[in-house]
Nanobody
Framework: QVQLVESGGGFVQAGGSLRLSCVAS????????MGWFRQTPGKEREFVAA????????GYADSVKGRFTISRDNAKNTVYLQMNSLKPEDTAVYYC???????????????????WGQGTQVTVSS
């Protein structure tokens, strides 16, 4: 059974930092693109950042460029999201996702991802 488990969310003041982690189990994700998405109540799930299997292609939403960094450790089946200079508008539930295909590039649309974690809440106060 494939599982993605996020951790690292929490409450932080504006300008602070958090690092999210997502550990995958049930299959090896070292050859799959992975991404982070976020969602607030009443809104669509939106793309935040993604990384291809070899970590040489990374993409970011305009709203987080220069503040967030995605990385991965394939030996640990883990992807990270380092979030700096956090703003109140970054408040959301953050989800980790993995594509089903091997050796593919990342995508920015949620429907392109087959596996999802349960989400971790990030709250940024002003």
């Amino acid at each position: 059974q494939v599982q993605l488990v996020e951790s690292g969310g929490g409450f932080v003041q504006a300008g602070g930092s958090l690092r999210l982690s997502c550990v995958a189990s049930g299959r090896t994700f070292g050859s799959s693109a992975m991404g982070w998405f976020r969602q607030t109540p009443g809104k669509e799930r939106e793309f935040v950042a993604a990384i291809n299997w070899s970590a040489d292609h990374r993409g970011y939403a305009d709203s987080v460029k220069g503040r967030f960094t995605i990385s991965r450790d394939n030996a640990k089946n883990t992807v990270y999201l380092q979030m700096n200079s956090l703003k109140p508008e970054d408040t959301a539930v953050y989800y980790c996702a993995a594509r089903k295909s091997y050796n593919g590039d990342y995508r920015t649309t949620p429907t392109e991802y087959a596996y999802w974690g349960q989400g971790t809440q990030v709250t940024v106060s002003s």
